[in-house]
């Protein structure tokens, strides 16, 4: 297993990283970074260029306001010669628009900088989540997926945005004005660096502690979002069994969670902030007190003395900002992290390296020794083989957990089988090209999902380029137009607009006209009837038998009266075939079909 399936999907949410697995996480985030920063390299010399000049032509001032005091001043007192203050205020205003322009400038290219990365990465993770195989959404809950295109990007986002900047221009500028200060005065420098061990101590403290609050922070962040999209998305679910209660408790529970942790970095900041504070101060104060002594005695000018203070008091001016780097920082690293963690996911069933095309596919299924079994659990299918000629209509029947659904996720290849294999017209799925394996099989699930946009639309989605006559004509079949007629719009009414919202039932009727309409060699119809009632699913059952003509299907139904249009019925049972004969052959036995029919029929009494 991958680094990525270790640290990505199960362990993203976690905080309790071994070491090994923290540096494989870094060096994870870092790839990414570095990706994504590559094809802007040159994008970055230009606003490092302007960042170092910028930050050149602030650090100035103070140097040029000590020249001022000690050489300009006393010129235009002792000589009346005003050239050199009137020199002094020119450099001191061009430095000073200089710099405020390039500033201006600097920002600009990093947000350019900023919105291209964040337009790369939005757009890789909903790529590679589209890409990636059903076994991850299967065990990926949407609400952490949200949280990823969300919350986390927001995150990185803030760190481009404005938490990166500030600890580039604080860093580079305290460069800067501890350089200028040994230039101008050694001696305060050097009490400067001293003053830089409590500062470094101070600062190790806070990242340390900090690493660990924003962790959690990002944890339980996104627990809150993901019971919040849980519990909206299941809101039936929630009234139907009085969940309200319960799930106020627990998102009240975690609700609070999220302010403790929100508290515990609040109270780091407290602490930091006046102990920055105080260091600060204790540094003007000693360059204040040694330079009085200097000056009293004739060591260094007052100018010097004052730029000493100025370049002291504007090194600790951008710490503070670099401590909110700090928060951003963490916040972004776990952000990134989990990023990183879904795109380093790799496809459990991958597209073939050298496809075979099918351009027409005739429809024969055949399962081959086949053994299958979801992830590490038990066995679903053990030594399961199976061969459905072109053209025939099987009928899956058995109990919940026999196998009848997971049979059908491998003829769509949802998933690959552990051995054996399964082919179409005698091509292992898995080295078809996925193009002809989506037009030649389509499955038609109970869930009946309707995207936004028209009905129209949604029934056109296998055929994009269909017209509206094959649209109508392929609603006709099912059972549908009259139903869509009556709508607002027709055909043309907005699924998510008031007045266009539609039943259950005539959800799952859109979706017939949907896979129909594809004409594929292969439809699978898993529980599909079972959004609709009784008259409904009569209407359909001589549509069906005419779609179904002279195209394989495998339909997979409890109700028995949509069984009766098949072939063939196979009766499974823990992942094996154990009846498989023609309906009427099977109702007229005493095996366990029959056994179902008769208490079917004894249903309907």
Do not use: C
């Not at 459905?388 to 996720?409: N, Y």
């Not at 509206?468 to 392929?474: D, G, N, T």
């Not at 009846?579 to 029959?594: H, M, S, T, V």
């Amino acid at each position: 297993m991958s680094t990525a399936s270790v640290t990505g999907t199960s362990g993203e949410d976690r905080s309790d990283y071994t070491r090994e697995e923290s540096r494989a996480i870094r060096r994870r985030s870092l790839r990414l970074l570095g990706s994504l920063v590559s094809p802007l390299r040159w994008q970055l010399v230009l606003a490092a260029a302007v960042l170092v000049v910028s930050t050149a032509f602030r650090v100035a001032g103070p140097a040029l306001i000590a020249y001022g005091i000690d050489n300009a001043l006393p010129a235009v007192i002792d000589r009346l010669d005003w050239m050199p203050a009137i020199g002094v205020v020119v450099v001191y205003l061009v430095t000073a628009i200089g710099g405020a322009g390039l500033i201006g400038w600097y920002v600009v290219v990093s947000a350019r900088l900023t919105q291209a990365v964040m337009l790369d990465l939005r757009k890789r993770i909903f790529l590679h989540t589209q890409r990636l195989s059903l076994e991850f959404h299967e065990s990926y809950t949407s609400g952490r997926i949200i949280s990823r295109q969300t919350s986390d990007l927001d995150s990185i986002r803030e760190l481009l945005d404005g938490g990166l900047n500030e600890l580039v221009t604080g860093i580079l500028y305290g460069v800067f004005t501890l350089v200028a200060l040994l230039l101008i005065d050694w001696q305060s420098g050097l009490i400067l660096v001293a003053m830089g061990v409590p500062l470094f101590l101070l600062m190790r403290w806070f990242y340390t502690r900090s690493q660990v609050v924003y962790r959690e922070s990002r944890v339980i962040s996104a627990q809150v979002i993901v019971k919040f999209v849980e519990t909206m998305t299941g809101i039936r679910a929630v009234k139907a069994f009085r969940k309200e209660p319960r799930n106020d408790d627990e998102f009240g529970k975690l609700a609070s969670d999220y302010r403790d942790v929100n508290m515990r970095s609040i109270r780091l900041f407290g602490t930091f902030e006046p102990a920055l504070m105080a260091v600060a101060s204790t540094s003007i104060a000693l360059v204040l007190l040694w330079g009085g002594i200097r000056v009293v005695g004739g060591g260094i000018e007052v100018g010097i003395l004052l730029a000493a203070v100025l370049y002291i008091r504007n090194f600790f001016s951008p710490l503070q900002e670099v401590a909110f780097f700090l928060n951003s920082y963490q916040s972004a690293t776990a952000a990134l992290e989990k990023v990183s963690g879904v795109l380093e996911e790799e496809p459990t069933v991958p597209d073939p390296v050298n496809p075979v095309d099918l351009w027409t596919a005739r429809g024969g299924i055949r399962f081959e020794d086949v053994t299958f079994g979801y992830s590490d659990a038990k066995v679903i299918l053990p030594d399961f083989s199976l061969d459905i000629p072109a053209g025939q209509t099987i009928a899956l029947v058995g109990t919940t957990g026999a196998g009848k659904s997971t049979l059908a996720k491998l003829v769509s290849r949802f998933y690959d089988p552990t051995r054996g294999r399964v082919s179409l017209d005698g091509v292992d799925l898995r080295s078809m090209h996925p193009k002809d394996l989506r037009r030649a099989i389509v499955m038609v699930t109970q869930e009946a999902y309707l995207f936004s946009g028209t009905v129209a639309d949604n029934i056109a989605l296998g055929k994009p380029d269909a017209t509206l006559a094959e649209i109508q004509a392929a609603a006709r079949a099912v059972g549908a137009h009259e139903f869509i007629e009556a709508l607002p719009d027709g055909y043309g009414t907005d699924v998510n607009k008031r007045g266009g919202r539609v039943s259950a039932g005539q959800r799952q009727l859109i979706s017939f006209a949907r896979a129909f309409l594809a004409n594929p060699a292969v439809l699978i119809l898993d529980e599909a009837t079972a959004s609709l009632d009784i008259p409904s699913e009569r209407l359909i059952q001589d549509a069906l038998q005419t779609l179904l003509a002279d195209r394989t299907a495998i339909i997979i139904a409890h109700r028995l009266s949509t069984v009766a249009i098949a072939d063939r019925v196979l009766v499974m049972e823990h992942g094996r075939i154990i009846e498989d004969d023609a309906p009427a052959e099977l109702i007229g036995g005493d095996g366990k079909f029959a056994k179902l029919h008769a208490a079917w029929q004894e249903s309907l009494v």
